[in-house]
């Protein structure tokens, strides 16, 4: 019995072992599966990463090849485009050439031809007085107006200069007249330097105010220039800051913004937004205030609000350090003047000559130049046809339609050039001066050359032996074409060109 029983532990312990055995070997191999099916998963996983980096680095390649394509494909484009500017200057060029050329030949034709006209006129002229002596059957009276006619041929050049000098006589008395006029005109305005400066500086209470100015972390000037649209020049000038930029009724509003500014002493982004708008509701108040004062001073009326509003805009506005309002009401005065001298109605002459530069307060949704963009404006606000056509034509961009062109270009110039209206550094002035004598000493036949009145009158000295009258008259056009096309300068340059021949003969 007992036997038996140990049989059994025995049995039952060696079928338990197997059992463990067995147990374990189908969890090593559960394991040993899942171990794999894991291994299987990570390269299953990295070769989709492998495969999505390789697909990544061919779709960068072939933008990048694409990106090359594009760019090789523009600088060609571009290359081609300027062969073919090339090969078009090319040939306007050689057309110029040949042109040249067949203008060179036919003056050199048309020369000898003259020549030759003039060899046969002289010996028709000695056979005709060799065959006046042979006829003796002529009578005197017959002879006599033979001889008139002779020397009335002769003769013919004489008349001709007799002509132009009685021609020309008549030209310089209205010349005079018109200088007489025009003098009237300017002796009878009051006029002063104009010294207004270009640069806008305010000075501060004390040096630590600039340390306000800017804020924390530069918060204050950040919402000043933002506010304004002007720069704040802070530097090492003691208690004062510049206030830059090119629009000069902003820069006036950003100095009364921090004009007020320093009086209250709180200086932080709210009271800088407050104090920018109050400034610019006092610079609509001031522009309507100046433009309705110029009004005033030329007793005109009936003009548009807006007009109005852009005529106190030109107060704040240079040309070479001269006020564009003030100028304005200058030319406007001897527009009135002049026409009231030549018979003209100076209520419009006043009004050509007060608008005429009117497009320069216009800002940049304006296009065209300040002539054409000042005419559309006035057009459109209903002003006269004629005042109209004078501000756009004063810069002669379009034809005169009327007097009153002419006289807002007249009296233009005459407050843009005369003394103390416009400054300039002496080196500006030296080197205008020397470019124009260097322009009409380069032309051929040009012997001297001076410029005189400061520039605004230019006397050139030909050699007569060289140039003729023709050829004279025509250098003094070349030379204006090139001071006009190369030069810049205020008002108006005259050129004389001078051609002086003294011819000697002794009667005996």
Known sequence: MSVDYSMGIVTGTVIGALLGVLLYRRRMLRLQEAEQQKMDVELREAKLKLREERSEMELELQHKQAENKRQLDSRESDLTARERDLARKTAHLK??????????????????????????????????????????????????????????????????????AKLGRAESEISAEAKRILLAAMQRITTQPMNDATATVVNLPSDEMKGRIIGREGRNIRTFEHATGTTLMIDETPDSVMISCFDPVRREIARISLEALLRDGRIHPASIEEQVALAEEEMRANVIDLGEGALRKLQLSDVHPEIVALLGKLHYRLSNNQNTLAHSVEVANFCALIAAEIGLDPTIAKRAGLF???????????????????????????????????????????????????????????????????????????QRVRSIEEIAA?????????AIQAGR????????????????????????????????????????????????????
Do not use: W
């Not at 046809?385 to 034809?399: D, G, K, L, M, T």
């Open 442 to 450: 380069a032309q051929h036949g040009v012997s001297e050359a001076y």
């Open 95 to 164: 057309s110029t050439e040949a042109q040249l050329d067949l203008k060179t030949k036919e003056i050199a034709r048309e020369q000898q031809l003259l020549s030759e006209a003039e060899h046969e006129a002289a010996k028709v002229r000695r056979l005709y007085r060799l065959k006046l002596h042979q006829i003796a059957q002529m009578d005197e009276e017959d002879a006599r107006q033979l001889l008139l006619r002779d020397t009335e041929k002769e003769c013919a050049k004489e008349i001709a200069d007799l002509r132009r």
């Open 356 to 430: 005429h530069d009117i497009g320069k307060a216009l800002d940049e949704d304006y296009v065209g130049s300040h002539a054409a963009a000042g005419a559309d404006v006035l057009k459109q606000h209903g002003e006269d046809p004629r005042v109209v056509n004078a501000a756009a034509a004063h810069h002669n961009e379009v034809p005169a339609e009327s007097p009153y062109a002419g006289l807002a270009m007249v009296a233009d110039s005459v407050s843009a050039v005369r003394p103390g209206a416009r400054t300039s550094s002496i080196d500006g002035f030296i």
């Open 457 to 508: 009158e230019l006397r050139v000295i030909v050699e007569p032996e060289v140039l003729g009258d023709n050829e004279a008259r025509q250098l003094a056009r070349t030379i204006r074409q090139r001071i006009e096309d190369e030069l810049n300068y205020p008002g108006s340059i005259e050129i004389t060109v001078i051609r002086e021949q003294r011819y000697k003969e002794t009667a005996v």
